[in-house]
């Protein structure tokens, strides 16, 4: 049973950054797409980025340009590189596997705020 855990997250102003990762367990880790999904107060999960086993990256419109979504095969992690935040990118983010989800792990909260 894979597990993913997210972290980075954190209170920040607008226009600034935070770096986001997830470590996900199991084997063959690098055989499998994997997104970041976000979910703001009040709507549904909406996915903002994802990384082919190969590498190739697709975005949202909503962060195309801002945000950049990277993978460490070696650690079994990927990330999301999140910059020029704006009060509208605030949610819990979560990982996970594009076309063989898991269960979701507890998500890490991003707020932007002044």
């Known amino acids: 049973q894979v597990q993913l855990v997210e972290s980075g997250g954190g209170l920040v102003q607008p226009g600034g950054s935070l770096r986001l990762s997830c470590a996900a367990s199991?084997?063959?880790?690098?055989?499998?797409?994997f997104g970041w999904y976000r979910q703001p107060p009040g709507k549904q999960r909406e996915l903002v980025a994802q990384?082919?086993?190969?590498?190739?990256?697709n975005y949202a419109d909503s962060v195309r340009g801002r945000f950049t979504i990277s993978r460490d095969n070696l650690r079994n992690t990927v990330y999301l590189q999140m910059n020029g935040l704006k009060p509208e990118d605030t949610a819990v983010y979560y990982c996970?596997?594009?076309?063989?989800?898991?269960?979701w792990g507890q998500g890490t909260q991003v707020t932007v705020s002044s």
């Open positions: 199991g084997s063959a880790f690098s055989n499998y797409a």
């Open positions: 990384i082919s086993r190969l590498g190739i990256t």
């Open positions: 996970n596997n594009i076309n063989f989800p898991a269960g």
